[in-house]
């Protein structure tokens, strides 16, 4: 019933790991994005797809891959993690690009680099 | 550029109103949005009104717009604890593209 899901909830990992989130979202949305959201609760945007191709690609270090398969999955694969990556990123998905659509945001992934 | 701002604190007592500010940059038609962050939670849209009305009303929740200035509001009635979130005005050209800009939010604090 998710209508976006996220995996994992929590991730703990150790500075230059390379670590993957995953998300996926059953509303069919052609949309998605993933945010960054720091421990002041500033929420940032990183990427967007639409339709599987890369819209929205804000200042982001390259270390920050995001994949999408497939309409549905949108997933971010972070490199070399360093300790400023440390923060809970939120995928989220919309049906198009018009009009008031809203915008369905996951449960967020915590991420902490020790 | 496009940029939205909002103060980032409230507090206010159970069964007063609670009314939370935001003022955005963008001229052009817009969506502007109030979405509402629980604890450990991503973001829920609470509400949204378009840049060409002036009020909108949907149970405790009253959204002013004065476009005049680019100042948004959001009332609630006789707030709950239960409202203690952060709460996120955002807007959306109505032009399309795909980003939507997000103010800093609002951490609402509820006192019994």
């Known amino acids: 019933d998710t209508a976006v899901s996220q995996t994992p909830k929590y991730l703990v990992t150790q500075m230059g790991n390379d670590k993957s989130i995953k998300c996926e979202q059953n509303l069919g949305h052609d949309t998605m994005y993933w945010y960054k959201q720091d421990s002041k609760k500033f929420l940032k945007i990183m990427f967007s797809y639409n339709n599987k191709e890369l819209i929205i690609n804000e200042t982001v270090p390259n270390r920050f891959s995001p994949k999408s398969p497939d309409k549905a999955h949108l997933n971010l694969h972070i490199n070399s993690l360093e300790l400023g990556d440390s923060a809970v990123y939120f995928c989220?998905?919309?049906?198009?690009?018009?009009?008031?659509?809203?915008?369905?945001f996951g449960p967020g992934t915590r991420l902490t680099v020790l | 550029g496009e940029d939205v701002e909002q103060s980032l604190f409230l507090s206010v007592r159970e069964g007063d109103s609670s009314v939370i500010n935001c003022t955005y940059t963008?001229?052009?038609?817009?969506?502007l949005y109030w979405y509402k962050q629980e604890p450990g939670a991503g973001l829920q849209l609470l509400t949204y009104?378009?840049?060409?009305?002036d009020m909108k009303q949907d149970q405790r929740l009253t959204v002013l717009l004065n476009k005049k200035d680019k100042h948004l509001s959001l009332r609630i009635a006789d707030t709950q604890t239960g409202d203690s979130a952060i709460y996120f005005c955002a807007e959306y050209p109505y032009t399309g593209g795909f980003k939507t800009i997000f103010g800093a939010g609002t951490r609402l604090f509820v006192k019994a």
């Open positions: 989220a998905s919309r049906a198009g690009s018009r009009n008031y659509n809203e915008q369905f």
């Open positions: 963008d001229s052009s038609s817009t969506y």
């Open positions: 009104i378009f840049s060409n009305m």
